[in-house]
C-alpha cells in the first residue's frame, strides 16, 4: 500500500486486527505507537495519520490530519464491455490507479451474456479493486462506476451529459467542455486515435468486447456522433485496449 485509506466513518474507531491496513501497518511498515504515516479520506483529502494506541486485542486506533488535496482526475469517461470478473477486477483497478473519472460497464452483442451475472458487482469486490488502484497512486478518490445492461441503454442515457458532484467540473457542458466521443474500432474504422489532434476537451471513449462490436453497434455509434478510431490493425485484449486507450487520451488532453 502506498497509503493507508480510510473511510470517513472509520475515524474515530479501531481497526480490527486482521483488517488488511492494520496488518499493512504493524507487519510490513513495522510502525509502532505514535509513528505517522501516510494516509487519506477516500473521497476526501490526503494527510497524516498516527497510530495512538495498540490495544490489547490488536486493533489500532489512529487520527488524520489533513494536508492536501487529491491529485486531479483525468478528463476521461470510459465504457467497456462486460468481460471475465479476473479481467473486469484488472481493468478497475488499472483505470482508477490511471485517474479515470467515471467507468460505465455495458453489455454489447458480441460478450458473452453470462459475465453480466458476475459477482464482482454486487459483492464489493468492484469498489475495492477502485480502491487497490486509487491506493497505488496515492490517490483518495475513485472513478463514479455505472452499470448498463446494453449499448443501447448507455447511448439512450448519455451519461456523460449528467452532472454530479463529483464529475461537474470536468464535464459542464459549454463550448470547451463538450465530450470528444470516440469508439474504439479497428474495423470500419475511420481514423486513428495517434493522428487525433490536441484538445482541452474531455474524452467520452468506448472499449468493445474481446470479440468486437457488432454492425449494428457500430451503426448505433454512428448514430450517436461516435468516432471509430483504431489504435492499430491488431485485435487487443479488452484490459490492454483500455490502459491504452487511457495514455492516448492523457497524450492528447492539454
Not at 94 to 104: C, F, K, P, T
Not at 105 to 118: F, L, N, P
Not at 194 to 203: A, D, K, T, Y
Request: glycine share 8%; hydrophobic share 40%; net charge positive.
Amino acid at each position: 500500500m502506498n497509503i493507508i485509506l480510510l473511510e470517513e466513518h472509520e475515524l474515530g474507531h479501531n481497526l480490527l486486527r486482521r483488517d488488511k491496513r492494520t496488518i499493512h501497518l504493524l507487519k510490513v511498515l513495522h510502525k509502532k505507537c505514535g509513528d505517522t504515516f501516510e494516509a487519506g479520506i477516500i473521497g476526501g483529502d490526503i494527510g497524516t495519520g498516527k497510530i495512538e494506541k495498540i490495544n490489547f486485542d490488536g486493533s489500532v486506533f489512529i487520527t488524520f490530519q489533513k494536508t492536501m488535496p487529491p491529485p486531479p482526475r483525468l478528463r476521461l469517461r470510459m465504457a467497456v464491455a462486460f468481460v471475465r470478473p479476473i479481467q473486469m477486477r484488472r481493468i478497475l483497478r488499472e483505470l482508477s490507479n490511471m485517474g479515470v473519472s467515471a467507468i460505465d460497464i455495458i453489455g454489447t452483442d458480441m460478450g458473452e451474456k453470462s459475465y453480466r451475472d458476475t459477482k464482482l458487482l454486487k459483492d464489493g469486490g468492484s469498489i475495492q479493486a477502485l480502491i487497490e488502484g486509487a491506493n497505488q497512486a496515492r490517490d483518495t478518490q475513485i472513478p463514479s462506476l455505472s452499470v448498463f445492461v446494453s449499448l443501447d441503454k448507455w447511448l439512450e442515457e448519455r451519461p456523460w451529459e449528467k452532472i454530479s458532484a463529483n464529475l461537474s467540473g470536468l464535464f459542464a457542458v459549454s463550448s470547451q467542455r463538450i465530450p470528444i466521443l470516440l469508439a474504439m474500432d479497428n474495423v470500419r474504422e475511420e481514423g486513428s486515435f495517434f493522428h487525433l489532434s490536441q484538445s482541452s476537451r474531455p474524452f467520452v471513449i468506448a472499449i468493445g468486447p474481446e470479440r468486437g462490436w457488432s454492425d449494428r453497434e457500430r451503426d448505433l455509434f454512428e448514430k450517436a456522433g461516435f468516432l471509430r478510431l483504431s489504435m492499430g490493425s491488431r485485435a487487443l485484449r479488452t484490459e490492454t485496449a483500455c490502459v491504452a486507450a487511457a495514455i492516448l487520451a492523457m497524450e492528447k488532453t492539454e
